[in-house]
């Protein structure tokens, strides 16, 4: 079946269109009869399938529909409003789809470190996993995939909020109910997370799914088919479709600058954004691992005003940068949470690491530590080891001998 849109008298219309419908009259392609029971497609006539990037596995084709018979979704005219629902669950969709590839490249990255071997100097050799250049980089990459996979889950908790809605918050652990906004607020937010997860995670794991191919050198540029479980490259390929269907990054940021000057529901969607992001300027002096003077709420109310004060017309032109600061203040807010609940020193490490990159500097001869104070080479391998694997003791490295 399928759910699409067709001009009618009235405007834009949605419809419910299966893909094949009833007839006794129905022959094989031998000419014999299919019987009462005979099907054939619904007015859709493929003209060629399409070569693409990626996605092979995926069938894409030329269509073209001629006396299809649909059933009309909703009011004539409300197309738009009637399959927003639908594309609310397949942004959505894109934006977890986008976090699984990072996961499944980082996995790969981290097992292939454990074994391959490169060369230490003086005829020394070692592990990739020994590599403390190699393991800062890795680090940095898991840090930054663990603040995307937290705004996309923090996205679909708003939408199974707003399914199922909570009547309070007693139940929940106190992290959780920090973030957790009021019943009120939940479609507001909903309206404008969705278009912004679906831009700013999508955009961002294709660069950090090339790194994850990078981190494999010369193999992670093989379409490694008869290797299936190294064969990043496709993966890659696949996740760069994230960004263009379901709206390009460029449409999702219009649509969630119109969302937030809407006459409307735009007020609505501002307070309830304000409500999560403004009241975060105690939250330095709580984490060891914010020292720095760059709060969510700081980012937040900049945007805020010139949203408030701008018209959607001025701001057009601004609505990427618009997304991306207003994105990077709640993985901010949601880093920070998890660094609490966590307690640990691994998970405020994350937020240090995203600190720094948020403000633009760097951390030379640092080990992103909340301090900012210089590390040893060890102090700083060990802790990087603690992102990536888990441990602060380093991963288990197999014994086994590189065959490249």
Not at 328 to 342: H, I, K, N, Q
Request: with cysteine; glycine share 10%.
């Amino acid at each position: 079946m399928s759910v699409l849109l067709a001009r009618t008298q009235n405007g834009i219309s949605a419809f419910y269109a299966p893909m094949r419908r009833h007839d006794p009259s129905a022959k094989t392609m031998i000419g014999k009869s299919k019987g009462t029971g005979g099907m054939e497609l619904n007015g859709v006539r493929i003209q060629r399938l399409k070569n693409k990037f990626g996605t092979q596995s995926l069938p894409t084709a030329e269509l073209e529909l001629e006396g299809m018979r649909g059933w009309l979704l909703g009011k004539e005219g409300r197309g738009i409003n009637e399959i927003s629902t639908i594309l609310t669950l397949t942004r959505i969709h894109s934006a977890v789809g986008a976090v699984s590839y990072v996961g499944r490249g980082l996995a790969i990255a981290r097992a292939y470190a454990k074994v391959r071997q490169v060369g230490a100097g003086r005829g020394k050799r070692m592990l990739l996993a020994e590599s403390p250049l190699h393991m800062q980089t890795l680090a940095d990459m898991t840090a930054e995939y663990h603040g995307l996979m937290l705004l996309t889950f923090f996205t679909s908790y708003l939408l199974g909020l707003d399914e199922h809605p909570q009547t309070n918050k007693s139940g929940l652990p106190s992290a959780l109910a920090s973030i957790t906004p009021d019943q009120k607020h939940i479609a507001p937010l909903l309206r404008v997370l969705t278009p912004l997860c679906k831009a700013y995670v999508c955009k961002k794991s294709i660069p950090l799914l090339y790194s994850c191919m990078e981190a494999l050198g010369g193999v992670g540029y093989l379409v490694n088919e008869e290797t299936e479980y190294l064969n990043i490259s496709r993966i890659y390929r696949d996740c760069c479709v994230l960004s263009i269907w379901e709206g390009t990054t460029d449409v999702l940021a219009t649509d969630f600058l119109r969302a937030l000057k809407h006459p409307k529901g735009g007020q609505e969607s501002i307070d309830a954004l304000d409500t999560l992001l403004g009241n975060t300027n105690n939250w330095p002096q709580v984490a060891e691992a914010s020292s720095s003077a760059w709060t969510p709420s700081d980012s937040w109310q900049s945007v805020k005003t010139g949203v408030t004060r701008g018209s959607q017309e001025d701001l057009v032109g601004d609505a990427r940068s618009i997304l991306w600061t207003v994105a990077e203040a709640l993985t901010g807010v949601l880093l920070y949470a998890d660094a609490s609940r966590d307690g640990s020193e691994p998970a405020f490490d994350i937020l240090s690491r995203y600190r720094i990159r948020t403000r633009g500097e760097t951390s030379v001869g640092r080990a992103a530590k909340a301090s900012d104070e210089p590390q040893g080479s060890k102090e700083r391998l060990a802790r990087n080891h603690a992102i990536v694997y888990g441990r602060a003791g380093g991963p288990e490295v197999s014994p086994a001998l590189s065959k490249l």
